[in-house]
């Protein structure tokens, strides 16, 4: 009898893409944020993908101190496998964007594969009012901003990271950027399985058309052949749509509130668990089965829970 395929579900459970005005359902506290990503375990995600926030004002904070209450929490409750950032927020530096995972060291990082533009600003045609004074500028800046991402940057992550044997969720938003890990593979900075998150429908990346995803799917086909899981994100409401294609040529998914605030046309997602349950019932759906934790750590080579310095 042939096996069902498994199907990694990855929830984003708040990021720094969205700020606390655009819903009242974002994760912004340490509590908050443990208690979004348990419950989003609960529903059927074998990776969890986390930032921190300050708890008073819900601006991105890459300090070391402002994950620690959650992520001992998180592994206390649950045996999801925790997948720390190094993106941070498009304002950060690099150094400020790697002391978590340096310090920490999970068993999965994420790591961006190039500089581009970022751009939120469109954000604002539909947040007219906003809670606190740094959000405004967050979003309308971002038309003049670079997310620096530089080859060196890139080496820097890899071998700071690698040094503590933490794997990569490998974000790629557009083709160049699949050319970027082939060349760092090449050279011997990441090892497969290479574990690639494509993003589709950031302003600055590729976009969400179905052609999009296929020209994504069949680059990394001929660059990487059978060495990688695929995995994939589609922003705002092109999130389960993205995800349903992907599930159908072979891929993985991700969903949270970091990707998309909604849960169907107009409709804000109450929680982060709201979402994997949608996406779990596409899998589901489709005769598939979601990956469990421990069944995501073998597919892609992870060093274990019990390696990881919380």
């Known amino acids: 009898m042939t096996m069902k395929r498994k199907v990694i579900i ?79 927020a498009p304002t950060m530096s690099v150094e400020e964007r790697l002391r978590p995972c340096a310090h920490f060291k999970p068993e999965v990082a994420s790591l961006n594969m190039g500089s581009m533009n970022f751009g939120l600003y469109p954000m604002l045609a539909r947040q007219k009012e906003f809670k606190f004074d740094w959000e405004r500028p967050y979003l309308a800046e971002s038309d003049d901003r670079i997310f620096k991402n530089t080859f060196k940057d890139i080496a820097g992550i890899l071998t700071t990271c690698a040094a503590n044997n933490t794997r990569f969720e490998i974000e790629c938003y557009d083709i160049g950027h699949l050319y970027t890990l082939r060349h760092f593979a090449d050279r011997g900075l990441v090892k497969p399985p290479f574990f690639i998150q494509s993003v589709f429908g950031i302003l600055g990346g590729i976009g969400p058309h179905p052609e999009d995803v296929m020209h994504m799917k069949r680059t990394a086909d001929r660059l990487f052949g059978g060495e990688y899981q695929w995995s994939v994100l589609g922003a705002g409401r092109n999130q389960l749509p993205i995800a349903a294609q992907s599930v159908a040529i072979g891929g993985n998914v991700r969903v949270g509130l970091e990707d998309s605030l909604w849960a169907g046309a107009g409709k804000l ?24 934790p421990d069944e995501a750590r073998a597919m892609l080579q992870l060093k274990g829970g019990d390696k990881v310095n919380f």
């Open 10 to 88: 990855t929830c984003a459970v708040t990021g720094a893409i969205h700020t606390p005005s655009m819903s009242p359902h974002l994760p912004i506290t340490a509590e908050e944020i443990a208690d979004a990503a348990i419950g989003a375990a609960e529903a059927g995600a074998a990776l969890v993908h986390v930032h921190a926030r300050d708890p008073k004002t819900g601006k991105p904070d890459q300090s070391p101190e402002a994950f620690a209450p959650f992520l001992k929490v998180i592994k206390q409750r649950s045996n999801c496998v925790i997948n720390i950032t190094t993106g941070g």
């Open 269 to 292: 997602a109450t929680s982060n668990a709201q979402q994997v349950r949608l996406v779990r019932s596409i899998i589901e759906n489709m005769g598939l089965e979601i990956a469990s």
